[in-house]
């Protein structure tokens, strides 16, 4: 699919040669977004040069961001795509989804994966595991407390407690993680090799596929279990299991991480929430919005279709900056700042349209109890390095701390 | 913005719906999801007027636009 600049009524703005996907984040805050990416808000959808070459897009502003989203016109077959930036050893042409990775298909092979699991999402489901969630974070923090008075939060709080529950839910043994664990990270690691990433990615198959055996042989009460009754081969179970599994692993893990590192950074939003717990829920929402964790979207046109003024073809590919999105004060005035009384619903931390997150309102829960209840356990919890030393997972899909030094007084 | 006395109607469609849950969230006294699919189930098609700005807020906050507000003669279910 090629694409003449020079015909396009579309280069006026573009006149220079277009930007790569800024990707450094060198303002010095951890928490904000490369400055190129934010700059811009009066541009919400820009001509942007992809790592073959390609001409294609960036999307930064919320409502045009909203827009491609919910646009089936625009695909999400990772086929159709051009990488944003170079994987060392993949090739330029992406091939299509593994079996039972939904996020990589459309309608209607998507619509068939996603049916089988919203009814296990549920609000109402999820709302029911707050109990089972609560339990988790007591024992984490339990055994926080005897180690310390030091902890890397991370290993001790921000990944068991999404762990514990993602397991549990799926029927995974957590006493098997490292089995998982390190590939879900090489998964995602933007610096791994495409050789690596592979071979990450078939022993974390190659797992869950035993374990699919295991459960059609003997049906436990859990999630992959259920879904042995359905009309799902192995192979998609094991495929949908891992994404799942990957998804539960690496996402709230950073929120968790980078949030409390970001109200360590806030003490007076801290000293807000401290003081009033029944804003935990918008807290979680405004930390959503101010980290965006999982970013960007990648999307395929497959038509030409207008957006934000500006013509796009079928074929081009559109980054979609969720952090940008999220930062665009056209929608969030003085969005750089974290402030949570803030209503910052209508965020697209999560995504949007038919691929919005499916694990988001357990996302919810386990934030919602997670948060408070290390404040409260903690009443005197900071960091226990500077805060520029903290190291951060800067070239991975899934951005956040790699660990989160921090004491406490004992009482 | 609108007359809140006005008769608000929504719709529901659940060939739409993408399961996301957030009108469920955002309205529960309006929207539920069903066990099964975890699709929309639209409780009170008329909610009452203290539901209505919740309602509204759902509809735009649906990801799938699977939920809608109909003009108050409209014959949509
Ligand atoms: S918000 Fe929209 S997509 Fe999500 S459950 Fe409700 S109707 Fe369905």
């Known amino acids: ?411 | 913005m609108s007359d809140p006395r006005q008769p608000l109607r929504l719709s529901a469609d659940r060939d739409r719906c993408a399961g996301a849950g957030m009108c469920a969230l955002t309205a529960p006294e309006v929207f539920d999801q069903d066990d099964e699919e975890g699709l929309v189930v639209l409780l009170h098609p008329v909610p009452a007027p203290e539901h209505q700005a919740a309602a509204r807020m759902a509809v735009g906050l649906c990801p799938a636009g699977a939920i809608a507000l109909d003009s108050p003669d409209s014959t949509a279910p």
């Open chain 1, 1 to 411: 699919m090629s694409y003449d600049p020079t015909a396009a009524d579309t280069t006026a703005a573009t006149a220079e040669e277009p930007p790569t996907l800024p990707t450094d984040r060198h303002t010095g805050c951890p928490f904000d977004p490369p400055a190129e990416l934010t700059a811009l808000s009066d541009q919400p959808l820009r001509r942007m040069r992809y790592a073959d070459g390609h001409l294609g897009w960036l999307a930064t502003g919320h409502a045009a961001a909203r827009a491609i989203l919910a646009d089936p016109r625009f695909s999400s077959r990772y086929e159709l795509m051009h990488l944003p930036v170079p994987i060392a050893g993949m090739s330029q042409e992406l091939p299509p989804a593994p079996v039972g990775d939904l996020t990589g298909l459309d309608a209607p092979e998507h619509t068939r994966y996603r049916r089988l699991l919203t009814g296990k999402f549920t609000v109402r489901r999820m709302r029911q595991l707050t109990e089972r969630v609560e339990g988790l974070t007591t024992e984490c923090l339990d055994a926080m407390e005897q180690a310390g008075p030091t902890a890397d939060l991370v290993e001790a709080f921000a990944q068991p407690v999404p762990a514990l529950m993602i397991c549990e839910l799926l029927g995974v043994p957590y006493a098997d993680r490292e089995r998982f664990q390190s590939q879900v990270a090489t998964v995602f690691d933007q610096t791994a090799e495409a050789e690596a990433k592979g071979e990450a990615y078939t022993a974390l198959l190659q797992y869950l596929n035993e374990l699919v055996l295991a459960k059609r042989a003997e049906p436990t009460d859990d999630l992959l279990s259920d879904l042995t009754t359905s009309d799902l081969t192995d192979e998609e179970l094991a495929g949908i299991g891992g994404l799942l599994l990957a998804a539960g692993l690496d996402t709230t893990a950073n929120m968790l991480g980078l949030g409390t590192f970001a109200l360590l950074s806030n003490p007076d939003q801290l000293q807000t929430l401290r003081a009033d717990p029944g804003l935990a829920e918008q807290t979680v929402e405004e930390l959503l919005r101010y980290l965006s964790v999982a970013d960007p979207i990648p999307r395929a046109a497959l038509e030409d279709v207008e957006v934000a003024g500006q013509l796009v073809r079928a074929g081009e590919t559109v980054t979609v900056s969720v952090q940008a999105a999220n930062r665009d004060p056209h929608r969030f005035p003085d969005p750089d700042r974290l402030d949570i009384h803030r209503k910052a619903t209508g965020h697209l931390a999560f995504g949007h349209g038919a691929h919005q997150c499916l694990g988001q309102q357990l996302a919810r829960v386990e934030m919602t109890v997670a948060f408070p209840a290390l404040f409260a356990r903690f009443p005197t919890l900071r960091l226990a390095v500077p805060p520029q030393e903290v190291p951060l997972r800067e070239r991975s899909n899934i951005y956040g701390v790699i660990s989160l030094p921090v004491t406490w007084d004992e009482e």
